[in-house]
């Protein structure tokens, strides 16, 4: 069996900042890309970062400069720092994982999600 959960979310005045972590668990051979999407209510999910086993990154133009995503490869965990946030940061983050429970096959896993809302 395998677990993505995502924890850190919360209620943050605008300009503060959260750190959502998200941890991969059970039996997997490997773990390739990972990110942080969000959903807003109205709104499509959309990605907000990626991260690749190499750490390569990648970022939604509206976060870029404010949040920061890692992993920790040992730990099977991504982390997204998110400072300067705004009210249109508010919105359920969900965590996702490609996740190899065979050789050369990925396959996505999610979080449940953690709500981040900012108030102004």
């Known amino acids: 069996q395998v677990q993505v959960m995502e924890s850190g979310g919360g209620l943050v005045q605008a300009g503060g900042s959260l750190r959502l972590s998200c941890v991969a668990s059970g039996s997997f051979v490997a773990i390739d890309a990972m990110g942080w999407y969000r959903q807003a209510p109205g709104k499509q999910r959309e990605l907000v970062a990626s991260?690749?086993?190499?750490?390569?990154?990648n970022y939604a133009d509206s976060v870029k400069g404010r949040f920061t995503i890692s992993r920790d490869n040992a730990k099977n965990t991504v982390y997204l720092q998110m400072n300067s946030l705004k009210p249109e940061d508010t919105a359920v983050y969900y965590c996702?994982?490609?996740?190899?429970?065979?050789?050369?096959?990925?396959?996505?896993?999610w979080g449940q999600g953690t709500q981040v809302t900012v108030s102004s």
């Open positions: 996702n994982a490609d996740i190899r429970r065979m050789i050369s096959r990925a396959t996505p896993y």
């Open positions: 991260i690749t086993t190499r750490a390569t990154t």
